[in-house]
Nanobody, 126 residues
């Protein structure tokens, strides 16, 4: 499956963005989806995951509910809504897919995501 992320940009602290990731090439509903991010000089970290059906959504605890993942299987798209953005949210955001029909929930960070998009830059200014 090929993944194309978009929606990044420059936003002021406290603002919002919605990232999108469009999948192609395979049956989208065969895949659990995740969002990850990598800031300069830091390791990649898990942001959010969602099961193939749209259930089992899980967001990293450290984000304190500011981000929400969702998907639209009819549009082959997974979204990441980011609210109350902070400068520390500045990173390249990647979408990823894993072939699973499991309800992912809190184990979403531990799957072996084997398909990755190219990343979209999010920059939050103070």
């Amino acid at each position: 499956v090929q993944l194309q992320a978009s929606g990044g940009g420059l936003v002021q602290a406290g603002g919002s963005l919605r990232l999108s990731c469009v999948a192609s090439g395979r049956t989208f509903s065969d895949y659990g989806m995740g969002w990850f991010r990598q800031a300069p000089g830091k390791e990649r970290e898990f942001v959010a995951g969602i099961s193939w059906s749209g259930g089992g959504a899980y967001t990293a605890d450290s984000l304190n509910g500011r981000f929400t993942i969702s998907r639209d299987n009819a549009k082959n798209t997974v979204y990441l809504r980011m609210n109350s953005l902070k400068t520390e949210d500045t990173a390249v955001y990647y979408c990823a897919a894993v072939a699973t029909k499991q309800a992912m929930g809190p184990i979403a960070p531990f799957y072996d995501y084997n398909y990755w998009g190219q990343g979209t830059q999010v920059t939050v200014s103070s």
